[in-house]
């Protein structure tokens, strides 16, 4: 089974940045898609950046374009989020997940393995 453990959240102010992490443990949890999922109060969640194994393709929800920048380390089993030019709406718990194959996926059913998220507060 695969474990995903994150960290990196905390308190900005708009216009600042944060970096979210992903480590992953597991047998083959290097050879997953894996994507960040957000769920602010009141909405549902959705997924706000993918990336494939090898980093070949990604996946940005149009809200993020420009900002978020999702990457990758295999040898660490790692995955990142980095979040620049932050706004409020951007509040949100940010979760990480992993598919049980290497294609990019929207839905959150899609995804097998979660980790249990960590808040992203940005203050206006």
């Known amino acids: 089974q695969v474990q995903l453990v994150e960290s990196g959240g905390g308190l900005v102010q708009a216009g600042g940045s944060l970096r979210l992490s992903c480590a992953a443990s597991?047998?083959?949890?290097?050879?997953?898609?894996k994507g960040w999922f957000r769920q602010a109060p009141g909405k549902e969640r959705e997924l706000v950046a993918a990336?494939?194994?090898?980093?070949?393709?990604?996946y940005y929800v149009n809200s993020v374009k420009g900002r978020f920048t999702i990457s990758r380390d295999n040898a660490k089993n790692t995955v990142y989020l980095q979040m620049n030019s932050l706004k409020p709406e951007d509040t949100a718990v940010y979760y990480c997940?992993?598919?049980?194959?290497?294609?990019?996926?929207?839905?959150?059913?899609?995804?097998?393995?979660w980790g249990q998220g960590t808040q992203v507060t940005v203050s206006s």
């Open positions: 597991g047998r083959t949890a290097s050879n997953y898609a």
């Open positions: 997940a992993a598919r049980s194959d290497n294609y990019l996926y929207t839905n959150p059913i899609g995804y097998t393995y």
């Open positions: 990336i494939t194994w090898s980093s070949t393709y990604t």
